[in-house]
């Protein structure tokens, strides 16, 4: 073996010893100094010998080269939500429920910190990363690899000389106080905003498109749970931390089993002073059951396991001046008021704005510019203010007018005749423009790919969208020439337009926005309606004996196809060949699920939940939430729980996703 491959060798073992001692011992041998001076070594030769590189080489932490952007990619198990607990007793009742789901068993709880940053799923194939996605949904995320390459804590091979065939890491990525007060300091001197806080510090950095930025934000990794596996097989959460901090993942060090929901109570509530003396940021302590046999008795529900609890911690509260109120303009003209706040530390972030939500609000907790205010944190992330305190006043604090213009276009406001709401009535308003842009893109409407809010922006505000129909006229050289988008992202923008085309009815009357018309209600009109056509010469009496339509949303219906602005918007989306039917009539029609009520339970190999219910809907099935006597079916996935136990006592008829298939005509 020629010299330099032995030494290339030899650095990369004893970077990644140093890159174990750092981020999952927390006991460094050397100095951040003679570490870059080992990688800057290994650098070089890989420069001199290029094919001494490869993908788990511990250069790739420094950033490979920029991208073009991301691609989606379904997660192998769903990445569910957890509850959320506010109190000791919220914690007891969970613990009734769970001792309930396993009768006889008695349980032990593993009590975890819930650090505030990003979660994110690592996918090992034979001990290799191959796949590093974000949350996104929960049934799938942004591929984000070559950034989670950067991030201390990622083994790029796991720790083993017997990997397993498969093994998908879960954890949070998030960034220390340090790093964030450093990268804050930078700016400054940049002359940049500074950031708000760690976690979005953390969101943003995983979404750059330079591998080589994210690696200079210094985050890091705690992992702290197993998804699909293979060749592997562990029985408790404390094997798996074990497992993971053997395979050479940083595991969190607070992590404490405990047998009795009392010592849960005790231990978590021990926590909310020190968690501040922590290097980085949590929002409350998660309760798992350790057993995993226990975890699959007690199953999931639709949105999140039964077996587990996130335990947050009691708001904090600042006090502050309220300097000025500003209007946000939405997608249908609402002027919503925002505050402006002296800014105040709060919950490890500096708070300086908050909704105030509407007139009413401002009225009922007489909260006047000028005014100081309690402020807090829903759930430490949403800051809003609690109350005024009149007590402090000096005698210049003034209550908020609404204006009568619009402050973006100038066009009148009104205020809705039985609402709190002011609205503006302008219909060349670009910031309702902006806001019908994205909601029109969104995932649950027309699905444009790669259209984000900084591209928004700056088609309305260079004048190449003013309607929604304009987004179908983009060309290849228009967009290349916006900021930060070059000629293959700017392919990708277009090919996500064009695949909007064929979204169908339904999803195009989501995007539209039509008042009091949201994603399920969009569903039932266009099964009803099945064309566009059909359904803008419905009169409001057809309308309104729909079921969940009624005479108020009849009437914003018919006002919203009297508006000759929105007739020519509908004429020009159908020139620009957007589909204006709903393909379900036939398919719905033949279909041995049309007119079942059907509930879906576990977790199904080929449908996220938003992906079955609209499977069903298609189909002209109901996707019911609960299991009655009146349920035609219970489609069972894994992992399915007490709607299964529910349908066997009441005798309903249980199919598997196979079964479904066959009944669906797949």
């Not at 006991?27 to 990688?39: A, G, Q, R, T, V």
């Not at 090992?124 to 796949?131: F, P, R, V």
């Not at 929105?566 to 020009?572: A, F, G, M, T």
């Not at 219970?634 to 006592?649: C, I, P």
């Amino acid at each position: 073996m020629a010299d330099h491959v032995k030494r290339a060798s030899w650095l990369c073992e004893e970077i990644e010893k140093h890159n174990r001692l750092y981020y999952q011992e927390a006991k460094p041998e050397i100095s951040d100094k003679e570490y870059d001076k080992l990688l800057k070594e290994l650098v070089d030769l890989e420069k001199k010998y290029p094919e001494l590189a490869n993908a788990n080489s511990p250069t790739q932490r420094v950033g490979g080269a920029p991208i073009d952007g991301f691609v989606t990619l379904k997660h192998r198990l769903p990445m569910l939500s957890i509850d959320n607990t506010y109190s000791p007793s919220e914690l007891k009742e969970f613990d009734k429920k769970v001792c309930k789901g396993l009768g006889n068993d008695k349980p032990s709880y593993m009590v975890e910190l819930k650090i505030d940053g990003v979660a994110i799923s690592l996918i090992y194939e034979n001990g290799i990363l191959t796949a590093g996605v974000t949350r996104g949904d929960g049934e799938k995320g942004d591929d984000v690899t070559q950034n989670l390459k950067t991030v201390g804590g990622v083994p790029l091979k796991l720790n083993t000389k017997n990997p397993p065939a498969l093994l998908e890491v879960r954890g949070e990525v998030y960034m220390a106080r340090a790093n964030f007060a450093r990268l804050n300091e930078q700016r400054v001197k940049e002359g940049l905003d500074k950031f708000a806080n760690p976690r979005n510090s953390t969101a943003g950095s995983l979404k750059l498109l330079d591998p080589k930025l994210c690696a200079a934000r210094k985050l890091s990794l705690f992992a702290y749970a197993i998804g699909a596996m293979e060749g592997i097989q562990v029985k408790s959460q404390t094997e798996t931390l074990k497992l993971l901090h053997d395979f050479g993942f940083p595991v969190n060090s607070n992590a404490t089993q405990l047998d009795s929901i009392e010592e849960v109570v005790a231990h978590c509530e021990s926590w909310n002073d020190k968690r501040h003396d922590l290097p980085y940021d949590t929002d409350g302590m998660v309760i798992k059951v350790n057993d995993l046999a226990q975890r699959e008795k007690l199953g999931i529900t639709t949105k999140s396991p039964r077996w587990v609890v996130a335990y947050k911690f009691a708001a904090e509260q600042a006090l502050t001046r309220l300097l000025n109120i500003e209007l946000q303009v939405g997608r249908q003209g609402t002027l919503t008021p925002v505050a402006h706040l002296d800014p105040v530390q709060l919950a490890g972030t500096t708070v300086s704005r908050a909704s105030l939500h509407n007139d009413d609000n401002l009225k009922t907790k007489d909260i006047r510019v000028g005014d100081m205010v309690v402020v807090e944190k829903a759930g430490e992330i949403i800051p809003y203010i609690v109350r005024s305190e009149p007590s402090l006043r000096t005698g210049k604090e003034k209550p908020f007018v609404f204006p009568k213009v619009c402050p973006v276009c100038g066009a009148d406001v009104v205020k809705d005749a039985k609402g709190a709401f002011y609205r503006c009535t302008g219909t060349d308003c670009v910031a309702q423009l902006k806001r019908r842009v994205r909601s029109y893109a969104a995932r649950n409407a027309m699905d444009i790919e790669n259209l984000g809010e900084e591209i928004i922006e700056q088609l309305v505000d260079t004048g190449l969208v003013k309607t929604l129909a304009d987004i179908y006229k983009l060309g290849l050289n228009q967009l290349a020439n916006l900021e930060r988008m070059g000629e293959q992202s700017s392919r990708n923008l277009l090919d996500g337009i064009a695949a909007s085309k064929s979204r169908g009815l339904a999803r195009l009357l989501t995007g539209l926005g039509l008042r009091h018309v949201g994603e399920n209600v969009a569903d039932v009109l266009a099964r009803k309606f099945i064309s566009m056509k059909a359904f803008a010469q419905a009169n409001e009496e057809e309308l309104a004996a729909i079921e969940g339509i009624g005479p108020e949303r009849a009437a914003s219906i018919r006002g919203w196809f009297a508006n000759t602005t929105n007739q020519e918007l509908i004429e020009s989306l159908e020139k620009a060949g957007i589909k204006m039917d709903e393909s379900v009539s036939t398919v719905a029609a033949s279909s041995a699920l049309a007119g079942k009520s059907i509930v879906v339970t576990g977790t199904l190999v080929k449908y996220g939940r938003e992906e079955i219910e609209r499977r069903l809907r298609d189909l002209g099935a109901k996707a019911s939430g609960s299991v009655s006597k009146k349920t035609d079916y219970l489609l069972a996935g894994e992992k399915a729980g007490s709607k299964l136990e529910k349908a066997r006592e009441l005798g309903v008829r249980i199919i598997t996703e196979e079964e479904f298939e066959k009944l669906a005509g797949s």
